[in-house]
T-cell receptor
Framework: NAGVTQTPKFQVLKTGQSMTLQCAQD?????MSWYRQDPGMGLRLIHY???????DQGEVPNGYNVSRSTTEDFPLRLLSAAPSQTSVYFC???????????????FGSGTRLTVV | AQTVTQSQPEMSVQEAETVTLSCTYD???????LFWYKQPPSRQMILVIR??????QNATENRFSVNFQKAAKSFSLKISDSQLGDAAMYFC?????????FGKGTKLTVNP
């Protein structure tokens, strides 16, 4: 099925460990984004990309790195996990607004990350 | 920077009744898109309805409709004939082009 695939769905890390959250989409979307969702805070933008080789920071980028070497993949790296990074992480993709009549963002199913 | 404000952290409605969720936004752009997303307990983000700012006509999708007031920067969602399956978190979101910005959400409870 076409869509956005996030792995893993659940992860427990120890403080200071590193890991990469994977995100892949098969819709040839140019735009991809990472969000974190915390209770009462909505979804906050971490990093986003408008195409391969182009990334930019969102609202809460500290502690996270991204790269976009292909259109399909947009991994999110935590270099040294901290308890404050305990959250649910969502990846999303979309075409540019002018590219489709039914424009909208498609979301992955999320990754629940706990840092102890 | 664009901001989205949802002033109602929680709302409740009786089954079969109508409820309106509020959303305001701040932007200096003239062309943009607004969305309402639904997040049930499964945590999947589901697009409910979209509105293009240059279209004056309010968007509708079956029981869901919006009241888009561009000058007031207001974008409310009306759910008619509420059903138990409508219970969820609802997020209002804005994009000018590259970034999608969300409000903090409204938790909707539907009472039988």
């Amino acid at each position: 099925n076409a869509g956005v695939t996030q792995t893993p769905k659940f992860q427990v890390l120890k403080t200071g460990q590193s890991m990469t959250l994977q995100c892949a989409q098969d819709m040839n979307h140019e735009y991809m984004s990472w969000y974190r969702q915390d209770p009462g805070m909505g979804l906050r933008l971490i990093h986003y990309s408008v195409g391969a080789g182009i990334t930019d920071q969102g609202e809460v980028p500290n502690g996270y790195n991204v790269s976009r070497s292909t259109t399909e993949d947009f991994p999110l790296r935590l270099l040294s996990a901290a308890p404050s990074q305990t959250s649910v992480y969502f990846c999303a993709s979309s075409p540019p607004p002018w590219a489709e009549t039914n424009y909208g963002y498609t979301f992955g199913s999320g990754t629940r990350l706990t840092v102890v | 920077a664009q901001t989205v404000t949802q002033s109602q952290p929680e709302m409740s409605v009786q089954e079969a009744e109508t409820v309106t969720l509020s959303c305001t936004y701040d932007t200096s752009e003239s062309d943009y898109y607004l969305f309402w997303y639904k997040q049930p307990p499964s945590r999947q983000m589901i697009l409910v309805i979209r509105q293009e700012a240059y279209k004056q006509q309010n968007a509708t999708e079956n029981r869901f409709s919006v009241n888009f007031q561009k000058a007031a920067k207001s974008f409310s969602l009306k759910i008619s004939d509420s059903q138990l399956g409508d219970a969820a978190m609802y997020f209002c979101a804005y994009t000018g082009s590259e970034k999608l910005v969300f409000g903090k959400g409204t938790k909707l409870t539907v009472n039988p």
